[in-house]
């Protein structure tokens, strides 16, 4: 059961990470004042986590560019991650990584967000942190379908949008698909 409720504070968390080619304790009040992007993924060295991974990671700076930063999350040491990364992506690894990625190995994270399995591993989610520490978005994903960037990206765009104007979002159609670019 999932204990995060969207416009309450989410989750501390404090663990060792693998950021920029070092290791580094993350917590979320390292983040704060700025929105972040958390995505669980169901571990490392798995077939289908190494895309999604690399599909942010390409597209980190644009999220950056905005105030935003993105974590990824799961229940491997921080170990475990940066070996991940000395594999290249054409053998199941990430290769150079532009994300930070957050090691769960007690998985006190994943459990305090409501993902965690019963196999040790949490499911596929992402969750938006606003500036002020406040989850703003939850989705929980059945671990084959992978999260989308656009989507993430365009949820933040809307969140801003909704914190500097008070007002209410429209929804994102194919004819104005630059909304919130």
């Known amino acids: 059961m999932c204990e995060v409720r969207i416009h309450y504070p989410a ?19 390292d983040y704060r004042g700025k929105y972040i992007a958390l995505l669980f993924y169901n571990g490392d060295f798995l077939n289908a986590c190494p895309a999604e991974l690399i599909a942010f990671s390409d597209r980190a700076t644009e999220f950056r560019e905005v105030g935003c930063q ?43 967000y409501g993902v965690l399995l019963e196999t040790g ?17 939850i989705t929980i994903n059945d ?7 656009d989507e993430a990206l365009r949820l933040i765009h809307a969140f801003q949008f909704t914190d500097e104007f008070g007002l209410k979002c429209p929804p ?4 104005n698909k630059s909304s919130f670019s």
């Open 11 to 29: 989750p501390n968390f404090s663990s060792m990470g693998f950021v920029n080619g070092q290791f580094q304790n993350l917590t979320l009040q």
């Open 70 to 112: 993105i974590i990824a999350c799961s229940t491997d040491s921080h170990f475990a991650h940066e070996a991940w990364t000395q594999w290249q992506p054409r053998f199941g690894g990430l290769g150079e990584i532009d994300i930070a990625l957050l090691g769960d190995k007690s998985t006190e994270i994943a459990r305090q």
């Open 121 to 137: 591993h949490s499911e596929r989610a992402l969750f938006i942190i606003d500036r002020n520490g406040l989850v703003r978005q």
């Open 143 to 149: 671990s084959k379908v992978r999260l989308s960037v």
């Open 172 to 175: 994102q159609t194919k004819s």
